[in-house]
């Protein structure tokens, strides 16, 4: 090692990254180690590009160097760059070599879904001893992307004890009590895990913050959410949750006071300043969310994501101009964002300009192609244009299909079965206010993924909407070019599942499930009034018609009367919502985001 490569190596460990550097350019020969130092400096200065870059580069120069291939795939999944490591690892012979690239690309599978694929490769033998706590780690985390999550805790139990008493495991395990439903079991290990002071201190304090929240402890909630905020200033999870806090409770007073107390405490940080904008416009303070936006454009000139909110903010003044301006600049600079080209195009539409709007989001698509979002607003574009691509992709005779659950064993029928899920259901139901940023109109929502509660009925019910599902699939046509069957792999996981309790006037508005891939809503009991030769379709679920407000260019494609028993299943892109219920008895439904899995 030269001695400008061995004082580099000093100061990096002495974390003088800066000096580092310097040291580092001073090498007449690159080596491999010089290019993993490098990487490793700038990833210590959080400039991740640069050491993305630097391993890019020594890859290609040093193929067959296993450290540095490690390092780079290392880096790839600590960024979240998941896609990217697996086609750079796709058809090499790396992982047959180190079982370290080998856990990366199990990662990877898991991070993209690929969960079959990641339960394959988990199953071969491990031999190096070093990387056990991190295979462990894995088969957890795949289990819990499958969806079992009694598994999960099975196979917690059955760990080496010195694992099993790590604080990262009893993490997992609290978290994983917390998703079944097992509320106080997980706030006794979170409990636990706050009195060992460490960097996870803020996100245990938000976790028991929320386990509060869940056993409806309200003022034990804001005072850990709060507490966690005093430990990580801009920890946007806890101010968002504090605002959901005070949302739920009407405490409208209390509404973006920690972000408030938070700038006048700290340096602003653009991220927590786009989570402020984000949670003004769901509270619609326009103004205000105008004169944050203006001060942070000055401040984060070239922070694109502000650029972005202060043009939807200014749209919303009326600004219709100078919002499409930034958001034409926004979708040049960044083509391949998803959330810049949908905005475009929304404006596009709104303006008549289909065919442009068409041009932004197939360009998008092409980065994004399992953005439900991109599809719903193409769906919108042909159709408005006449292009018989609509038809292709929303085809509702072939892709929406209505049919009865089956009746879970030891019941006579569903009626009877619905009757106990519908007792179970209504003790979830607690909460006044409508919910925060969600489609639901005079009605409330349960929180977390229902269908992972520890609970008989829900699991009897799982099992009839997953062979609902199955039927499903199993008649879809073979099109690898369709954005809904080209993903068919007839497996699936339930990504998200919650129930809608809509009172009298409620009603859902029209929205679509950008990250998902089929939506099902099951109908657990509805309400007599509804019914099929009812003139006014009250309560019926309607599909086509968009969140859009473009009056007479509006279209409702298809409406449906659903009974109970009943699931409907269609592609998560497609425009739903339902016409306002009129009765004194809720409907009451079970919603499942349906996500592949290969």
């Known amino acids: ?131 056990k706590e991190r295979y462990h780690w894995l088969k957890l985390e795949l289990l819990e992307r499958l969806g079992d999550l009694e598994l999960v805790e099975s196979y917690y139990l059955s760990l080496p004890a010195d694992l099993k008493n790590q604080f990262l495991f009893k993490y997992k395990r609290a978290c994983n009590f917390r998703n079944m439903g097992k509320f106080d079991n997980a706030l006794d290990i979170f409990l636990m895990l706050s009195d060992k002071q460490n960097k996870y201190s803020p996100e245990v304090n938000f976790l028991i913050g929320c386990t509060y929240y869940d056993l409806l402890k309200f003022e034990l909630c804001e005072q850990y959410l709060k507490r966690c905020l005093e430990q990580a200033p801009n920890y946007i999870p806890a101010h968002e949750c504090l605002n959901k806090l005070y949302w739920d409770r009407a405490n409208k007073s209390a509404l973006m006071s920690s972000y408030t107390s938070t700038f006048l405490n700290h340096a ?91 041009l932004h989001l197939n360009t998008a698509a092409k980065h994004n192609p399992f953005n439900q979002e991109i599809w719903a607003y193409l769906s919108t574009a042909w159709r408005l244009a006449k292009d018989d691509k609509y038809h292709w992709l929303t085809n509702y005779d072939m892709f929406v ?109 029209n929205h679509i499930h950008p990250h998902g891939w089929l939506s099902a809503p099951s109908y657990i009991s509805i309400p007599d009034e509804m019914s099929k030769n009812d003139p006014l379709k009250n309560g019926w679920l309607k599909l086509g018609e968009t969140c859009l407000d473009l009056g007479k260019r509006e279209s409702i494609d298809r409406e449906i009367c659903p009974e109970s028993g009943q699931i409907i299943i269609f592609p998560s892109y497609i425009w739903h919502g339902t016409n306002e219920l009129k009765s004194d008895r809720p409907r009451l439904t079970i919603p499942s985001d349906i996500m592949p899995i290969g």
């Open 1 to 131: 090692m030269s001695n400008f490569l061995n004082s580099a190596l000093t100061a990096y460990n002495s974390r003088q990254y800066n000096q580092a550097i310097l040291f580092l350019n001073k090498c007449n020969i690159k080596t491999v180690d010089w290019y993993i130092l490098l990487a490793a400096t700038y990833s210590a200065l959080n400039q991740n590009e640069n050491a993305e870059q630097t391993y890019s580069y020594a890859v290609n120069k040093f193929p067959s160097s296993l450290p540095l291939i490690e390092n780079y795939t290392n880096l790839l999944c600590r960024t979240a760059k998941h896609s990217l490591c697996l086609n750079f690892l796709k058809n090499t012979r790396y992982l047959a070599q180190s079982e370290k690239v080998s856990l990366n690309f199990i990662e990877s599978l898991i991070k993209t879904n690929q969960l079959l694929q990641a339960k394959k490769e988990l199953s071969k033998t491990l031999s190096d001893e070093t990387l």
């Open 401 to 509: 299909k209505t049919m009865a659950l089956p009746t879970p064993k030891g019941y006579k029928s569903f009626d009877s079965f619905g009757k106990d899920l519908k007792e179970l259901l209504l003790t979830l139901h607690t909460k006044e206010q409508d919910p925060l940023d969600q489609s639901v109109r005079r009605g409330s929502q349960t929180e977390g993924h229902l269908l992972y509660r520890s609970n008989t009925l829900l699991s009897l019910f799982k099992q009839s909407m997953e062979s609902c599902i199955s039927t499903y699939l199993n008649n879809l046509p073979a099109d690898i070019m369709h954005p809904l069957t080209a993903r068919n792999s007839l497996n699936f996981t339930a990504k998200g599942s919650w129930s809608v309790k809509l009172e009298n006037g409620g009603y859902h508005a």
């Open 268 to 358: 602003k940080n653009p991220q927590l300043v786009q989570s402020q904008l984000a949670q003004l416009l769901h509270f619609k303070n326009f103004n205000q969310a105008l004169d944050v936006s203006s001060q942070a454009i000055r401040l984060f000139p070239d922070n694109l994501d502000i650029k972005h909110a202060h043009g939807i903010i200014l749209g919303k003044h009326g600004q219709s101009d100078k919002a499409f301006t930034i958001l034409d600049e926004l979708v040049s600079q960044a083509p391949q964002s998803a959330r810049y080209s949908v905005d475009l195009a929304n404006y596009c539409i709104e303006n008549f300009e289909y065919k442009k709007a068409i």
